[in-house]
């Protein structure tokens, strides 16, 4: 019997022919993402005798919707549906098994077992871990193509790292550019949708700001449930300058062994504020990550940290801050109110007549990033989300700035700098003041 697959648009045919190890295709709403993840599986299965498929959603209900019961249709000639495995068994040996995450706890389930092909659809849905945890299961001592084909739209759990790895094309340690593949699609590409249901562009159309520009025209600086849509780089993001030795210095950090996000801030005597220099790095002990800040050689006049570093530690009896102090760092509590922070945050961010009252240099990217990247709490409220824990240390770091109060410098409280202060990076000529 012979199988009659429909004509894709160009889109989908760019990614039907994609062959890196990891193809991403989407952006907006309407692209076609779902046929042309439903055709991509049928299409493997039959030209490889015995190739291994999974395709994964977050939840079985839109699974069964969206997949299960389109496909068990399509393929009706050339397979068979087992309902109890939920796997669709090709009469060529094939086998393309359905399953859902929806919790980072359900993935367990497949390690161990390897597929040559996973489908990611909706993968902004799906954490970090989730998707870490998945590519060891992308192996296989055959000839067939390995290969992780993904469906994503702006938003979500997972909106940071698709981003990260499609969009900004940012990548870390082994990460290879080569294997990643992008593939953006936006309503206007799907011709049959735009003729068989116009009023869904009308719908697009009609959204609010941010919500429509993220799912109609595909952006993804801006998302539904982005938690601070007032940041924008064209506003935010400014080019580095020399800071005037005048200006208050502060370093604000979260530190856990997981990740020490730590920024220094200079303010301004008019009470503008700029987060110059970056650090963000996991595995530090607590005696590393001291010298690290200190190893920055910036002339910082206060350390703002949470109230958590002066809890003991069990194993030592001591705490973050009193090891700090040791290594000559004094660290100055924070105020750690969530929700009144977020908001000495946002106002801190809020666009003026003259601009916000806080700008970001280019080379504080994960600050920049995870700004874009954090999401409303889904309990409701005015707090941020806690997860995915990845993009909640920086903003954190930034809150504990905004929460201290900062205090501008004041002229009565400027003196001559000493001859044989070094600054690191600035001209003797500008080392004028001091505080």
């Not at 092909?117 to 870490?132: C, G, K, M, N, R």
């Not at 007032?230 to 993001?237: I, K, L, P, S, Y």
């Not at 949470?306 to 069990?314: A, Y």
């Amino acid at each position: 019997m012979k199988l009659i697959l429909k004509q894709p648009s160009p889109r989908q045919r760019e990614f039907l022919r994609a062959d890196t190890r990891f193809i991403a295709y989407g952006g907006a709403r309407g692209g076609g993402k779902s046929w042309a993840v439903r055709q991509k599986a049928l299409l493997m299965a039959l030209r490889y005798d015995g190739i291994r498929l999974l395709l994964l959603r977050r939840s079985y209900p839109e699974l069964r919707e969206n997949h299960i019961l389109p496909l068990r249709h399509m393929a009706e000639p050339v397979a068979d549906y087992k309902e109890l495995e939920k796997t669709l068994v090709f009469h060529n040996g094939s086998r393309l098994k359905f399953g859902y995450c929806a919790s980072e706890g359900d993935t367990l389930q497949y390690q161990g077992q390897e597929y040559d092909v996973i489908f990611l659809d909706e993968a902004t849905q799906f954490t970090e871990y989730q998707f870490s945890t998945l590519t060891a299961c992308l192996r296989g001592a055959n000839p067939f193509p390995k290969r992780m084909y993904f469906t994503c739209n702006p938003g979500g759990v997972g909106h940071s790292w698709v981003k990260r790895l499609f969009v900004d094309k940012e990548y870390r340690g082994v990460e290879n550019p080569a294997d990643y593949t992008f593939i953006p699609a936006r309503v206007y590409d799907n011709k049959v949708l735009m003729e068989s249901d116009p009023g869904y562009v009308k719908m697009l159309q009609s959204l609010p700001k941010g919500l429509r520009e993220a799912w109609l025209e595909g952006k993804w600086d801006q998302f539904a449930g982005q938690f601070f849509p007032e940041f924008q780089e064209d506003t935010h993001v400014c080019q580095p300058f020399s800071i005037p030795v005048s200006w208050r210095r502060y370093f604000a950090m979260d530190y856990g062994l997981d990740m020490l996000a730590g920024y220094f801030i200079a303010l301004s005597p008019e009470g503008k504020a700029v987060v110059y220099r970056e650090i963000y790095e996991s595995g530090l002990i607590v005696s590393q990550a001291a010298q690290r800040i200190l190893d920055c050689h910036e002339p910082v006049e206060c350390f703002l940290a949470p109230p958590d570093l002066w809890n003991r530690r069990q194993d030592t009896g001591r705490s973050v801050a009193e090891i700090f102090a040791q290594k000559g760092i004094w660290l100055e509590r924070a105020e750690n109110a969530r929700e009144s922070g977020w908001m000495d945050l946002k106002e801190w961010l809020r666009p003026g007549e003259n601009g916000p009252a806080l700008r970001v240099f280019p080379c504080c990217h994960n600050l920049i990033r995870s700004l874009q990247a954090l999401r409303f709490d889904p309990n409701g409220g005015g707090d941020a989300a806690k997860e995915p824990h990845e993009v909640t240390h920086a903003p954190d770091a930034l809150r504990y700035f905004a929460a201290g109060r900062p205090r501008p410098p004041k002229p009565e409280e400027l003196r001559p700098l000493r001859e044989d202060f070094h600054f690191k990076g600035e001209k003797k000529h500008d080392r004028v003041w001091a505080i």
